[in-house]
C-alpha cells in the first residue's frame, strides 16, 4: 500500500474519531444524539435515560444515545418533570395542564389524571412515593403533600411557611430516595424529609443547574459548570471540574460514567 493511500486512511480516521471523542483535561466525551430542547431528564435503575423535549415526547434511551421506546403526546405539552426511577411504572407531570401521566415500562400509558380534589390548590412539582402515590408540593398553600391518587385522600400535610420566605422560593422538584424526601428550592437549596412528612435539614446551596443521586451521594451541577459530591450521611463532598466547551444542563450519573446533556445533545462522559 502506497504512503499516500496509507495518509489518507489516516485522515480519515483522525477526522472520523474527532467527530465523535473529544478528549477534555481527564475526561473522555461522546457524543450520542441530537435531542430537540431538553425540559426534563431522569435515569431508571437499570440506567436508562428518559429525556422529555418541548413539544412532550418522551425517550428512553440505553448507555449508546439508541432510542429504546418513545411516546408521542396528542397535544403539545412540556412535561415538568419525569420520574423514572421506579424503573415499572414512570411519572410524567405537567405543571401548565395540572396534569400527570402514569407510563408502564413500555411507555404505554396506564393513567392520565388531571387532579381536581378541592384540597390541592396548584401543583408546582409531583414524583412518585415509594409505595406508588404521589409526592406534591402545594404552591398556593406552600405545603407538602402525600396524596392517593386513587381515592382522592391526602395522606401526609406538611405546611413549609416556616421553612419557606413567601415569594422568595422556586420549587419545581421533589423526589423521593432511600426513604427521604428532597423538596429542592432553586433559590435556597434542599429541604430534606423523612417519608412521614417529618422536617429532618437544610442542605444549603444556590446557582445550581440540576441534581442528581446515585447511592448514598448527591450530585449538584452549579452554574459555573462543577459537579459537586456530597454524601447523603457523612460529611463528605468532592468537587469535579466539567469537560469545558460545553454548556451542561444535566449531568446524571451511573455506575460506570455520566450522561451529560446540553440544551440540545446527550453526550457519555467517562474518566479517561
Known amino acids: 500500500m502506497s504512503k499516500k493511500k496509507l495518509f489518507f486512511i489516516f485522515l480519515y480516521f483522525f477526522v472520523f474519531c474527532f467527530d465523535i471523542f473529544s ?55 412540556t412535561i415538568s418533570y419525569i420520574d423514572a426511577w421506579a424503573s415499572l411504572q414512570i411519572l410524567a407531570f405537567y405543571q401548565d395542564w395540572q396534569e400527570f401521566i402514569l407510563f408502564d415500562r413500555f411507555l404505554n400509558p ?11 390548590g396548584f401543583m408546582s412539582a409531583m414524583c412518585l412515593s415509594a409505595d406508588g402515590m404521589l409526592w406534591i408540593f402545594d404552591q398556593n398553600d406552600m405545603s407538602l403533600k402525600k396524596y392517593n ?19 422568595e422560593y422556586d420549587i419545581k422538584i421533589i423526589k423521593e430516595y432511600q426513604n427521604f424526601i428532597f423538596v429542592i428550592d432553586k433559590k435556597s437549596g434542599i429541604l430534606v424529609f423523612d417519608n412521614l412528612g417529618n422536617f429532618k435539614r437544610k442542605i444549603n446551596i444556590s446557582d445550581f443547574q440540576s441534581i442528581s443521586f446515585l447511592d448514598d451521594s448527591i450530585y449538584i451541577l452549579s452554574n459555573n459548570q462543577t459537579l459537586q459530591i456530597s454524601s447523603l450521611y457523612k460529611d463528605e463532598n468532592m468537587s469535579i471540574n466539567l469537560p469545558k466547551n460545553y454548556h451542561w444542563n444535566y449531568i446524571i450519573p451511573t455506575k460506570k460514567g455520566y450522561f451529560g446533556l446540553t440544551n440540545q445533545k446527550l453526550y457519555w462522559i467517562e474518566l479517561n
Open 149 to 167: 391518587q386513587i381515592t382522592e385522600q391526602i395522606l401526609i400535610y406538611t405546611p413549609l411557611d416556616l421553612l419557606l420566605e413567601p415569594k
Open 23 to 77: 478528549q477534555n483535561n481527564e475526561f473522555l466525551v461522546q457524543y450520542l444524539a441530537e435531542i430537540n430542547q431538553i425540559q426534563s431528564v431522569s435515569i431508571d435503575k437499570n440506567e436508562h435515560l428518559f429525556v422529555g423535549d418541548i413539544e412532550g415526547n418522551l425517550k428512553k434511551y440505553d448507555k449508546n444515545g439508541q432510542i429504546l421506546l418513545e411516546y408521542s403526546p396528542q397535544k403539545i405539552a
Open 110 to 120: 396506564k393513567q392520565t389524571e388531571k387532579i381536581n380534589n378541592e384540597k390541592i
